[in-house]
């Protein structure tokens, strides 16, 4: 526990001015940790703005293990906002230098942050590197504008320090993956609009991180990948996001999951197979499809279901679009599937209005244990044109109308649902439109729910919640 | 910044709210709040002094007076769980420690971060701390020196050294 001064109090003035002047700076005289936690949450541009204050802010200065160098803060706040590209980053880079050059080289880095414009031949990022790796540098995230491929130096690879490490282009960018295995203390790594050219070489690499627990790949493309192999052995979180990609997604590629320690999972994406060989202690999944299965052959989406349903089946939390959900019906339609989901506790389902009451219901049918259900309405106006995500929601409605032999899409079946007689407690409906089938769906469920002890309907254009409690 | 939260904290007479305890707090200058355990928990410090027993009595809190104490029992209020419905209502009780150009309200928050730091509450501390960086951020030196009061100790010559060196601290 810090000790505090006693004479920090000052008695207050009613009009501000005019106090004595050895009381004003109260800030200086706050125990050093809180300063040092008033300075992290600063951008380095003012760590070195604040370092010039006075004796006592440029100690803390220089020993600030945060650092946080973005050339857009400094380009608005300091130069003249005629400056060309050029001169701004040879402006940024002298300040880059400076701080690394000025700064206590005692103090480890806990995180570095930057934001640079690298424009072609331009080396001066991996001699920043070559800096932070020697000063044990344990969080790096780098945010890009690359013309040119980016490689992972040596020294970061070999970096003995290095926890978590974070690349996010701006434009779609290839990063050059080392061939020989490193990363020794590597837990999470977080890769945006990074191009992958070679399916081998990001498989190995994974694979070679010994202890990896946390990867995302978000908004990648996969480069005419035909296998995406992930198999490490420490990863507990994995997130592949190939939505936006639209012309290299994942359509082609089989997405291979062998990793014993996952329990979270999400797929953005619609790949020709996925599977997980020894991944058998996965409990959350996410699996956002944006193709229907009137995309694939009656064989190509069988193929594809088997081996994700052996994969899934024991999970406690799912969520789902609903072209996966159109999959999915189709698979457990068919009657050599017994397939259900015993220990599924909580449900999550991303569906279009109108067909969102059948399918639902027929997938309740195979949650026997389900206790929380959430329905999030998409409605197709939310989304642009443009949006191939989401546009898919426009085909599943016609192919879940298909696969549940069903014309009226308002009737409700009649039989007991299990688990809304035993354990369905909780129901939350999200961006609720208040049309017939969603009215009919939500007297559907407090009429079958037995146990129901919550529903939250939330409507789009409201801003307050509606709760019904029933029993 | 809205201060003086003193409905809930000074009761007369009472120790028992149901099942319920109250401690007693006694701030540097003497004033006696009374406050549940449950919410008084939220200080890490108190919370240690409750799971060794040592709480039965009255509690000083050193360095922290009345009034900053009245905030700092305000702030438990509000962040009791169950207390405000939702995040959003929260967040837009807390942005009344945001600003802080008003010296009154730097001075609070001086003094919220004495005895948030005194009593250990990590979410206290957190806004206070940020609300100060967000003050800091934008300035250049010398309107940092004018807004937090603070005289420089460099001489002549070192600031001189200083204006070369850090080209960008001085230029707005």
């Known amino acids: ?471 | 910044m809205s201060t003086a939260a003193t409905a809930d904290a000074s009761s007369s007479g009472d120790t028992t709210e149901g099942s319920v305890r109250l401690l007693t707090l006694q701030s540097e200058d003497g004033e006696v709040f009374e406050v549940k355990e449950t919410i008084a928990t939220q200080s890490v410090t108190i919370k240690g002094m409750v799971d060794d027993d040592c709480a039965t009595s009255t509690i000083p809190v050193c360095n922290v007076t009345g009034r900053t104490l009245a905030m700092v029992i305000e702030w438990w209020n509000k962040h009791e769980i169950g207390a405000v419905s939702n995040e959003k209502e929260l967040k837009e009780w807390e942005s009344q420690f945001d600003t802080i150009d008003d010296k009154s309200d730097r001075d609070d928050v001086y003094d919220l971060l004495m005895a948030a730091n005194y009593l250990n509450i990590p979410t206290l501390l957190d806004c206070c701390t940020s609300a100060v960086a967000e003050a800091i951020k934008g300035k250049s030196t010398d309107e940092m020196r004018e807004f937090f009061d603070i005289k420089s100790d460099f001489d002549e010559k070192e600031e001189d050294a200083l204006r070369k060196e850090n080209q960008w601290a001085f230029e707005n």
Not at chain 1, 168 to 196: A, H, I, N
Not at chain 1, 293 to 321: A, F, Q, W, Y
Request: charged share 20%; aromatic share 10%; proline share 4%.
């Open chain 1, 1 to 471: 526990m810090a000790v505090t001064p006693r004479s920090c109090k000052i008695p207050r003035t009613s009009n501000g001015g005019g106090d004595d002047e050895d009381d004003g700076d109260r800030l200086s005289s706050l125990p050093e940790h809180i300063i040092r936690h008033i300075f992290s949450f600063l951008d380095t541009i003012n760590v070195v703005r604040a370092s010039s204050v006075s004796r006592k802010w440029r100690y803390f200065s220089v020993s600030v293990p945060h650092l946080n160098l973005n050339i857009f803060t400094f380009w608005l706040l300091l130069l003249n906002k005629k400056d060309s590209m050029q001169v701004t980053n040879e402006k940024f880079k002298d300040f880059v230098n400076w701080v690394l050059m000025s700064q206590d080289w005692s103090v480890d880095i806990q995180n570095f942050s930057l934001y640079y414009w690298k424009i072609r031949d331009d080396n001066i990022i991996y001699r920043w590197m070559n800096v932070l790796a020697r000063r044990n540098v344990q969080q790096l995230y780098l945010r890009l504008f690359s013309d040119t491929p980016l490689e992972l130096p040596l020294c970061i690879i070999n970096c003995e320090s290095l926890v978590d490490l974070k690349i996010c282009f701006d434009q779609y960018s290839v990063l050059k993956l080392p061939e020989s295995p490193g990363f020794t203390r590597l837990k999470f790594l977080y890769l945006s609009m990074v191009e992958f050219m070679d399916s081998m070489l990001l498989g190995n690499f994974v694979s070679s991180c010994p202890v990896l627990e946390n990867l995302t790949m978000d908004d990648c493309t996969f480069h005419d990948f035909k296998i995406l192999d992930i198999a490490a052995p420490r990863l507990k979180n994995l997130i592949i996001d190939s939505l936006t990609s639209a012309d290299e997604d994942l359509f082609n590629c089989e997405v291979i999951v062998a990793c014993p320690s996952l329990v979270s999972f999400k797929l953005l994406g619609t790949p020709s197979g996925l599977s997980f060989p020894g991944t058998n202690g996965l409990q959350n999944v996410f699996i956002f499809f944006n193709h229907g299965p009137e995309h694939r052959t009656v064989e190509e989406g069988h193929h594809l279901m088997d081996s994700i349903l052996r994969g899934i089946c024991n999970i406690k939390v799912l969520k789902l679009s609903a072209a996966f959900l159109g999959f999915l019906l189709l698979a457990v339609a068919k009657p050599e599937c017994s397939a259900a989901f015993y220990n599924l506790k909580s449900l999550t389902l991303l569906v279009s209005v109108d067909e969102s009451d059948q399918s639902t219901i027929q997938f309740l049918n195979h949650s026997p244990n389900l206790e929380a259900l959430s329905i999030i309405f998409t409605r197709l106006e939310d989304w642009g044109d443009n949006d191939v995500a989401l546009s898919a929601t426009r085909h599943t409605l016609v192919i879940c109308g298909k696969s549940n032999h069903v014309t009226d899409s308002c009737k409700m079946p009649n039989d007991d649902i299990s688990c809304m007689t035993y354990h369905l407690k909780k129901v939350e409906l999200i961006d609720v439109a208040c049309n017939k089938n969603e009215l009919e769906l939500v007297k559907f469920l407090l009429k079958n729910g037995h146990v129901l002890q919550k529903m939250s309907i939330r409507g789009k254009y409201l801003n307050y919640p509606t709760r019904l409690s029933q029993k």
